[in-house]
């Protein structure tokens, strides 16, 4: 599902890059759904919902090329993550990680 995102809709906007002309923002939406967009060489893509419900997006790393992972804190105060899969470039889901965060890490 792509969303339309128009000022004050989007918040705790991360970005991190993992190679020359590539940048990947994550933000959450409107719903508290975290959404992904790329810009690669000046190629931008169009929003894309991760789903979930998150309270904060914490932290997006990169691991290698194009191996990302983000961080959420969920409604339930604990910790998130989603993975990209690298040969596929799907994301594999929100996975609790479990544990109680009482303040966003970062």
């Not at 004050?8 to 975290?34: C, K, M």
């Not at 040969?87 to 889901?93: I, S």
């Amino acid at each position: 599902m792509n969303h339309m995102v128009i000022d004050g809709e989007v918040q705790s906007v991360e970005a991190i890059s993992w190679g020359p002309g590539r940048v990947d923002l994550f933000a959450l939406d409107y719903r508290n759904s975290t959404l992904h967009k790329s810009f690669d060489n000046g190629n931008e893509s169009a929003w894309e919902d991760l789903g979930g419900i998150l309270m904060h997006v914490c932290k997006g790393i990169c691991y290698g090329v194009g191996s990302l992972v983000v961080f959420g804190i969920g409604t339930d105060s604990a910790m998130f993550r989603n993975r990209r899969d690298k040969a596929t470039g799907k994301w594999l889901g929100w996975k609790s990680m479990g544990g109680v965060c009482v303040t966003r890490p970062g």
